[in-house]
């Protein structure tokens, strides 16, 4: 995997963290742990109606597509981002007060603490290369948190995931959602989680996903407009999963071969 993504290593020193790795992965037919998202509303348009079958026929759901979305509020509840990040303040807020409460002197320690009462005790623009991210987030750790979200859309956040080291994902406006359970989708096991977490005043009827169901005399409409937008198969997929065959990696890894 390092030779696929050398040459992304030479602006970020993260490259080889498990998730950046499997997001390449997942981008070019391998399976993974995750699921593929995009921030960009022509591109979700283009891969529901990709490679349509227009033969299926017989029930009144055969007549149309569907397009599933989530609401971004559940993105930003389930951001490894922002789990990461609350962990950093969070460390911060008891270095500051360690520091600030040893001061001796009660005015000065009063100074202090209005001075940096807002203030962070780490740079989160000094995090991306330190290898904070490869060590928060190797599958060992992974596979206790059950769904998580990914993605690297504010990269002035510092937490940067290394997910934009395939141009697919890129071009794509990725964006991953994590389930750790072999046997149960991540619809299933969102409710499972939101669950146990629901305050008694909170609906017990929760979706994790949404769908909008369009009927497929549409389809000729929606390219066309995708198309005014640049939205089509070549800016889609600028590197095609023929280009880079990650499924002889998934095969070596799944039997047990090392270093394929």
Known sequence: ???????????????????????????????????????HFPTGLFFAV???DYSCKGREIDEHISL????????????????LSDSLDNVSKDILDNLINAIPDAEIRETARNKFSD?????????PGTGFILNMVPMEKMMHIPQAYFSDDNPDSGLIFSLINSQNIISQHGAFTWNASATMPLEMVAAAEYEKARKQDEPSDFRFCKCINIHKSLVPYILEKINAVGTHTGSVYPTTAK???????????????KNP
């Not at 290593?9 to 742990?33: M, R, V, W, Y």
């Not at 203030?119 to 995090?127: L, N, V």
């Not at 280009?243 to 071969?257: F, S």
């Open 119 to 127: 203030r962070s005790f780490f740079d989160h623009s000094k995090i």
């Open 68 to 83: 599933y979305y989530l609401e971004k509020s559940y993105f930003e509840g389930g951001s490894m981002r922002g789990l």
């Open 50 to 52: 990709d490679g349509i």
């Open 1 to 39: 995997m390092t030779l696929l993504i050398s040459d992304y290593s030479k602006t970020h020193e993260d490259t080889a963290n498990d998730i950046g790795i499997l997001g390449f992965l997942q981008h070019h037919g391998c399976p993974t742990p995750l699921m593929d998202w995009t921030f």
């Open 243 to 257: 280009e880079i065959d990650t499924w002889e990696i998934y095969e070596a890894v799944k039997n047990g071969i």
